[in-house]
């Protein structure tokens, strides 16, 4: 989800892509979730909804345990999809989600949607919480690209993703990208099964790569109480990056050994961070 895919960026919290249904199946019998591990967290008060945004090279499939587990705790929750166009548009169309929702909302970015997330949740004032996944929380003017060049150790480089162009609505011709085969499991994903991963890599959904030359506006991170999740084994978001990020935003961050997808591999420690930020509203 690099611009240049010159370097990586570290996290202060694990997160990833989302994935497809199928391959979310097949990893719950490896991985289930249980909601026992959250028992001591009361909720008491209204019950804020709860809305998943995915990154690139995922669907919001890769939400699914946390989906379980939290409706399991009775929270409402919605993870619509994230278009992967451009970032300005992306949080457009992610705002226009959240102004339908009555109540207080905790927004929940992977990867590509924590830019999504710190745009989107701009002038929606019942978003009372932020948390990324080792997620982009870019600051004002700065481009994924630009924060993808902070360190180096992303695996994310232009020769690991295949260029498929696809007609622009408005006309003309964009750039799709697509994570290669030969790289997915190592780069995004590699505390997962080949099993699973390979199922990934083939229903992956490309994104645009106009979105890493797309600057950030004024970041809801500023004024909205933010957590992080760093993964420390991230080979597309070099850790380093993700804790600068999580520092930045005054958040506060956990680490998981996970790799880019800790939704998908760390799922009760992604679901345990999402009911902090839960419990700190209600």
């Not at 480089?157 to 011709?173: C, D, E, H, M, S």
């Not at 999740?229 to 597309?236: C, G, I, L, R, S």
């Not at 998981?256 to 760390?266: E, G, L, T």
């Amino acid at each position: 989800m690099f611009l240049s895919m010159r370097r990586r960026l570290n996290l202060n919290r694990v997160a990833l892509p989302t994935v497809s249904l199928a391959a979310l199946l097949a990893l719950c019998l490896i991985a289930p979730v249980t909601t026992a591990a959250f028992d001591e967290e009361d909720a008491g008060g209204a019950r804020p909804t709860v809305v998943l945004v995915h990154g690139a090279w995922a669907d919001a499939s890769g939400w699914n345990q946390e989906v379980t587990a939290l409706e399991q705790r009775g929270f409402p929750v919605l993870a619509p999809a994230n278009p992967l166009r451009d970032l300005g548009s992306d949080a457009d169309y992610i705002r226009s989600v959240l102004q339908t929702i009555d109540g207080p909302i905790v927004l929940v970015g992977h990867s590509y949607g924590g830019a999504v997330i710190t745009n989107a949740a701009v002038g929606v004032p019942n978003v009372k919480a932020l948390v990324y996944i080792a997620a982009f929380a870019p600051d004002e003017g700065e481009s994924l690209g630009e924060i993808e060049a902070m360190n180096p150790g992303t695996q994310l480089t232009p020769n690991a993703l295949t260029p498929r162009p696809y007609p622009l609505v408005t006309g003309g011709t964009g750039t799709d990208l697509y994570i290669k085969q030969s790289v997915f499991h190592e780069a995004f994903a590699g505390d997962l099964p080949l099993s699973v991963t390979d199922q990934m890599q083939a229903t992956q959904r490309p994104i645009s790569a106009a979105v890493f030359g797309s600057v950030s506006g004024d970041p809801a991170w500023k004024t909205i109480p933010s957590w992080y999740m760093v993964a420390t084994q991230d080979h597309a978001i070099p850790p380093v990056t993700e804790r600068f990020m999580a520092a930045r935003a005054h958040a506060t961050t956990v680490e998981v050994d996970s790799s880019h997808v800790a939704m998908i591999s760390q799922p009760e420690a992604t679901t345990r961070l999402i009911l902090e930020a839960v419990r700190s509203i209600q």
